[in-house]
């Protein structure tokens, strides 16, 4: 069923596409920062970061670049009111589980930090979890053509 109930957008659909492009440009200024860093700034980073940082696998950045870049296109097109940013958000989504999954079975960040390296992907994960799920909830009431 591919029903839609054309509901008005209130205010908070535009907040929430603007707060969405800017967190992920964040995570696209980030994804740079990590791609372009220098062996000086490797070597300010804590040992155990540096190890982690050493192990990770090309891959993985790739998979970085494709969950931040999804998340960007997600809420552009939200904010286009484009129906492509459900796909969008749900690609960034699966990008962010694989680079998760990746880091943990691709380097040492589970045996150097322990659990303190699962908050931030937990915050990763949700956060475009929710994206997703707000962009299908979006689509369900007509916001998106």
């Given at each position: 069923?591919?029903?839609?109930?054309?509901?008005?957008?209130?205010?908070?659909?535009?907040?929430?596409?603007?707060?969405?492009?800017?967190?992920n440009l964040i995570g696209v200024a980030m994804f740079f920062l990590q791609l372009n860093m220098s062996p000086e700034q490797v070597a300010l980073m804590p040992e155990a970061d540096q190890t982690i940082y050493n192990a990770l696998p090309q891959w993985l950045y790739v998979v970085f670049g494709i969950a931040v870049f999804g998340?960007?296109?997600g809420a552009i097109g939200l904010l286009m009111q484009k129906r492509w940013a459900?796909?969008?958000?749900?690609?960034?989504?699966?990008?962010?589980?694989?680079q998760t999954v990746g880091m943990f079975t691709s380097t040492p960040?589970?045996?150097l930090k322990g659990i303190s390296t699962l908050f931030m992907p937990v915050i990763l994960i949700l956060i475009a979890l929710y994206l997703?799920?707000?962009s299908q909830k979006a689509a369900v009431r007509g916001w998106l053509n």
């Open positions: 069923m591919n029903a839609t109930l054309d509901l008005p957008r209130g205010k908070g659909f535009w907040v929430l596409g603007i707060l969405a492009l800017l967190w998340g960007v296109l459900v796909t969008m958000f749900f690609v960034s989504l699966l990008a962010i589980l694989a960040a589970w045996d997703w799920w707000y």
